[in-house]
């Protein structure tokens, strides 16, 4: 879903009212609060918005608020039949972001009003029906208008069963996210659920304010006169007084929190990948809520010096809301997958926090996790892996499949004691994680040179990079090693990189060959394992590999002798029985499929694209759709009994209090079923048909970003090279200084991205990677987004231009 601006604004107080049920009285209270609006506050513009309606125009709730509160009253979309919304609109209904888009222009239009007219103003948005009853094309309301995220006076349900109905009610619209700020409920006489609400609620700290019962019904006049009196006299009372200036406060203690949060932050926050000092307040960015692939962000710290009430501040402010929409550029750091806020995933990790909290998993068991250890041994169809290991984030992961494959190293190879020296094998350039063992099996970087315990711990093999340069597929060797790589390829699609059985590795198996044979016969260096990240090295920079050089070095290593001898231990027989494509041989290798893997390029596995299958493969980031913390190092049965042994010093003794918990392993279940029927039901179609070979019945390789745009930014004199696979791109911009990491080269177009364009409400929070600046799309990002992105980073480039 592409973004709707957000809805926040000084001088406007925007809510939403959402009833329990059908008929319990929305719209009346919206009457009594207009009413008490207009009485308290004389001199504000007072609205009412109905976003969809049924039934007679002559029965319209907007007409009826303007009968009886002389207030404006709109409606956008009515129709004529008084039945659900989604059967009333079934000949032509409104799509969710038309209804979204058509509220948030009426909201600005409010806006627009009470600042031009130097004034405050209400705007109470009615929904229709309860918080769960279908809206035009289907979708849930509270689904429909959650990217709004308005505060919302729920109206409480005063009829029999109405108890439940209304706790229901708070439920479905706390689990998306909504703050709740008030309970409006009409008396229920001897059924006493205002009673009990009241002490529900107060557990929550949730006022609840009570309506008198409505006058009874007489002829029409009566009835007329009657209710002109009821909310002359209701509007006034000192309950509901209290709630209109509830609203009020509620409202400003919302925009002084968002503004205190950055220099608060500044004061008690250390964030991770930043140098403090001279760091200031107004370059830390405020999330008030996110929502599919969008953040809404609070721009800076704006002193205003306003009280509570608004009478002793008066603000001089644009039509602008005050919450800016942003782009999630980077994924947020490569975890979202089904976008931020996604009802089910909320709904799948309330379950299982109701269900099981945290249970320990140490000698135990419980669905999510066996049912998730199960869906990734199938999905990532790999015939070695045999175990599942549960740990919390990618690089903790990461120093279990090393533990695991120096462990299995060690014991084949009878090393002991000597094992303390034993290194892996790489690739430049790589990234594994911040904990000491995962740094270790990387080459010095500014991520790890200075930390005090950091000892790298093995070698790393140069390697050809593929990029898009001036619209063809390149495969460029590093600079001075020609001799060794061969010079550059050209490709006229990706699909023909990935083509092995047409390409000749011939120079790359000599190459790593001679490599090993002097690190081992000459220098005496020990090796344990080959760890690498298939396809991209993510925190390296983006770096596309030749998946070649890559597939090649899997196979050198398996092959090779050098890592047979000495040979001190045989196959165990569960390693014979299940045969020697099982069996791992040369030196264990391991996947780091943390960023790459789980559908990130594409497809549930990175590896697939290599057609070699590891003997270790580590998964995070998008397990669990981007909401909880988890991963799982899935392991052979070779490795596996590497550890078996009648000394429980040989276990592999790892773990942490929340290995597997039960929330994150649900989840993921159901963010891996949603993310595989987007593949099966063909969802990414309309993105594979951007990269399609028109002589070719099926395309290798394709991405959400289209082929037009990549090739634009190909020819662009400020780009050295373009990648663009999957979910991923990354644009690398000319640096002269060749320094990498440090580079600052691509900071000006990553903080143009950040400034709103005049033709465009929202921007783009990107990452970048020295001189890379990289985007990426969640697996749910809709096309109109994509082009929408591509527009703003053709635009902004093109701005920048010769600063870069």
């Not at 032509?92 to 806006?111: I, N, T």
């Not at 040979?567 to 264990?588: C, D, M, V, Y």
Request: charged share 20%; proline share 4%.
């Amino acid at each position: 879903m592409t973004s709707v601006t957000s809805s926040l604004w000084r001088k406007l107080i925007a809510f939403q009212i959402y009833g329990a049920n059908t008929g319990v009285g929305k719209t009346v209270a919206c009457a009594v609060l207009g009413k008490a609006f207009l009485t308290r506050y004389p001199d504000w513009q007072i609205n009412y918005l109905k976003p969809v309606s049924t039934g007679p125009t002559t029965d319209a709730d907007d007409k009826y608020i303007s009968r009886y509160t002389g207030h404006k009253a709109d409606c956008i979309f009515q129709f004529s039949d008084p039945v659900s919304p989604h059967i009333a609109a079934r000949v032509k209904p409104p799509s969710d972001q038309q209804v979204l888009g058509r509220v948030s222009e009426e909201l600005f239009k409010h806006a627009r009003s009470v600042i031009t007219k130097g004034k405050y103003g209400i705007t109470m948005v009615e929904t229709a029906g309860g918080v769960l009853s279908p809206a035009p094309s289907g979708s849930l309301q509270a689904d429909l208008y959650r990217p709004l995220r308005l505060p919302v006076i729920l109206i409480g349900d005063h009829r029999l069963g109405g108890i439940a109905a209304t706790i229901s009610a708070f439920e479905s619209l706390t689990v998306r996210g909504y703050d709740v700020e008030a309970v409006m409920i009409f008396e229920s006489g001897k059924l006493g659920n205002t009673d009990y609400l009241m002490k529900f609620f107060n557990t929550h700290k949730l006022p609840i304010f009570e309506l008198p019962a409505l006058p009874p019904a007489g002829d029409i006049s009566t009835l007329q006169e009657s209710m002109v009196s009821y909310y002359e006299n209701v509007s006034q009372t000192s309950e509901i007084s209290r709630l209109a200036q509830h609203m009020v406060d509620r409202h400003f203690v919302r925009l002084k929190n968002l503004e205190r949060m950055a220099p608060e932050a500044n004061d008690v926050i250390w964030h991770p990948f930043t140098q403090h000092k001279g760091r200031a307040d107004n370059s830390i960015l405020t999330f008030d809520s996110a929502y599919g692939d969008f953040f809404q962000t609070y721009p800076s710290p704006q002193p205003v010096g306003y009280d509570h009430t608004p009478e002793e501040s008066r603000p001089i402010e644009n039509n602008a809301s005050l919450l800016q929409s942003a782009f999630d550029g980077s994924a947020s750091w490569w975890t979202q997958g089904l976008g931020h806020g996604n009802p089910e995933l909320s709904l799948a990790a309330a379950y299982a926090a109701g269900r099981y909290g945290h249970v320990m998993f140490a000698g135990a068991i419980h669905q999510p996790a066996l049912s998730i250890a199960n869906k990734m041994l199938q999905g990532l169809e790999n015939p070695r892996l045999r175990k599942v290991f549960f740990s919390d984030n990618g690089s903790t992961g990461i120093e279990v499949a090393i533990k695991m494959a120096l462990k299995a190293s060690s014991t084949r190879y009878g090393w002991g004691n000597d094992s303390k020296n034993v290194g892996i094998l790489g690739l430049k350039g790589s990234y594994h994680g911040d904990t000491i063992g995962a740094m270790d099996c990387s080459e010095p970087s500014t991520y790890n040179e200075k930390v005090e315990w950091y000892h790298g711990r093995g070698y790393w093999f140069d390697f050809p990079q593929v990029k898009m340069r001036k619209g063809a597929w390149v495969v460029e060797p590093p600079t001075g090693m020609e001799t060794n790589f061969g010079q550059r390829q050209t490709f006229k699609h990706l699909d023909e990189v990935f083509n092995f059985e047409a390409r000749d590795s011939t120079k790359y198996e000599t190459y790593i060959e001679e490599v090993l044979n002097r690190l081992i016969k000459s220098e005496g260096r020990k090796f344990g394992a080959l760890i690498m990240e298939p396809v991209i090295l993510g925190a390296g920079g983006m770096i596309f590999v030749d998946p070649l050089f890559q597939r090649t070095l899997v196979n050198v290593v398996r092959k090779l002798g050098l890592f047979h001898t000495p040979f001190k231990q045989p196959l165990a027989s569960t390693e014979i029985r299940a045969g020697a494509s099982s069996a791992w041989t040369g030196l264990p290798v391991v996947f780091d499929e943390v960023f790459t893997g789980l559908y990130r390029l594409g497809r549930f596995s990175a590896a697939s694209f290599l057609k070699v299958h590891p003997d270790i493969s580590v998964h995070a980031k998008l397990l669990t759709g981007g909401l909880l913390p988890l991963c799982t190092t899935l392991a052979s049965q070779s490795i596996f009994d590497a550890f078996i042994s009648d000394d429980k010093a040989d276990a592999l003794l790892h773990g942490h209090s929340y290995t597997a918990h039960a929330v994150g392993c649900h989840v993921a279940n159901v963010s891996l079923d949603k993310m595989g029927k987007l593949q099966q039901e063909k969802m990414w179609q309309i993105f594979q048909q951007s990269w399609q070979i028109s002589d070719s019945s099926s395309t290798v390789t394709w991405s959400m970003w289209s082929k037009e745009t990549v090739t634009a930014l190909s020819h662009k004199e400020q780009v050295d090279g373009v990648v663009a696979l999957g979910s991923v791109l990354a644009v690398s911009l000319y640096d002269e200084s060749g320094s990498g990491y440090t580079s600052d080269v691509a900071n000006n177009l990553r903080d143009a991205l950040l400034r709103e364009s005049h033709d465009h409400r929202w921007i783009i929070h990107s990452r970048v990677l020295g001189n890379v600046l990289y985007l990426i799309a969640s697996m749910t990002t809709d096309g109109e987004t994509i082009s929408t992105v591509e527009k703003l980073l053709l635009t902004k480039l093109h701005d920048v231009g010769n600063s870069l």
